[in-house]
């Protein structure tokens, strides 16, 4: 079987310029990481660069877009028919994971105060809103929950503890953690 080099393909351009952006990111930072090295790593010229991406920060932009599409689709679909508190586990692993995968140096990039995609109406808090309603309906939430503010808070905490573990250089399990710090604030939230 004849090896094809994914440079052979010009449809996987795009996605080939995403992925050497991605390692070159997690290997040097956002800031280290130049444009000129982003194309030599994908073996293409820089106009190329500039007919997918307007820029750097548009890289940005991918990662949360392919994020929405997991968890309005695939997760919604690994959700479905399970309990309350088995779908929010699966949610906080799932989303434990996204942080896992994208790097911890880029999580730094990511966790500023003015990233527009820190936005509460994405498709991510959607799906959370999702659980949360289901969880009411259940009763394993009181029937006075506020469902919008519960995903609010919910992600200052898992929010909180991925800032924590980029400050922390990554030394300890994110998805445990976050699990672990979920449990316990749900303690208060819980019907009694």
Not at 108 to 132: A, D
Not at 183 to 188: E, K
């Amino acid at each position: 079987m004849a090896f094809t080099s994914n440079k052979s393909r010009p449809g996987n351009t795009r996605q080939r310029i995403f992925d050497s952006a991605l390692t070159l990111m997690k290997a040097k930072g956002y800031q280290g990481a130049t444009i000129r090295d982003i194309c030599q790593k994908a073996g293409v010229a820089p106009s190329s660069f500039y007919s997918h991406f307007s820029s750097k920060s548009d890289l940005l932009q991918d990662i949360y877009a392919r994020s929405d599409g997991y968890f309005s689709s695939e997760l919604l679909l690994l959700l479905e028919g399970k309990p309350f508190f088995q779908q929010l586990e699966i949610y906080v692993r799932a989303y434990a994971q996204l942080n896992i995968d994208t790097g911890l140096e880029m999580m730094r990039v990511l966790f500023n105060p003015e990233n527009e995609w820190f936005s509460r109406e994405r498709p991510m808090q959607k799906t959370l809103l999702k659980v949360i309603h289901m969880g009411i309906e259940s009763g394993d939430l009181s029937q006075d929950t506020d469902p919008e503010q519960l995903v609010r808070d919910l992600f200052i905490v898992l929010r909180g503890t991925c800032y924590d573990w980029c400050v922390r250089e990554g030394s300890y399990d994110l998805e445990k953690t976050m699990l672990k710090q979920v449990h316990y604030f749900l303690w208060g939230a819980l019907k009694s």
